[in-house]
Nanobody, 116 residues
Framework: QVQLVESGGGLVQAGGSLRLSCAAS????????MGWHRQAPGKQRELVAV???????KYADSVKGRFTISRENANNTVYLQMNSLQPEDTAVYYC??????????WGQGTQVTVSS
């Protein structure tokens, strides 16, 4: 299993920014896909952004142009830079490490609340 620890969540006003961090217990070079998902109250968990071991990225349409996922292999950390935040972005954000048949692990989540 890969242990994941998220940080950086908090309360921010609409239009503001936050940067989430996800520290992994293993080299992210060996993890096929790392990403961020979020779950708002009463809604299903949805994909926000992913990044592959080769650096390819993909974003949900709802965050495209506002959020940026990146990685720092040296410290086994994945980041999610969130700009122009809106109340609709309010959710618990979870870090995910997908190693395909080798495992799929999740962090404990970090709360992001955007006030109007």
């Amino acid at each position: 299993q890969v242990q994941l620890v998220e940080s950086g969540g908090g309360l921010v006003q609409a239009g503001g920014s936050l940067r989430l961090s996800c520290a992994a217990s293993a080299s992210i070079f060996s993890i096929n896909v790392m990403g961020w998902h979020r779950q708002a109250p009463g809604k299903q968990r949805e994909l926000v952004a992913v990044i592959t071991s080769s650096g390819a990225t993909k974003y949900a349409d709802s965050v495209k142009g506002r959020f940026t996922i990146s990685r720092e292999n040296a410290n086994n950390t994945v980041y999610l830079q969130m700009n122009s935040l809106q109340p609709e972005d309010t959710a618990v954000y979870y870090c995910n490490a997908d190693r395909f048949r080798r495992g799929n692990d999740w962090g404990q989540g970090t709360q992001v609340t955007v006030s109007s």
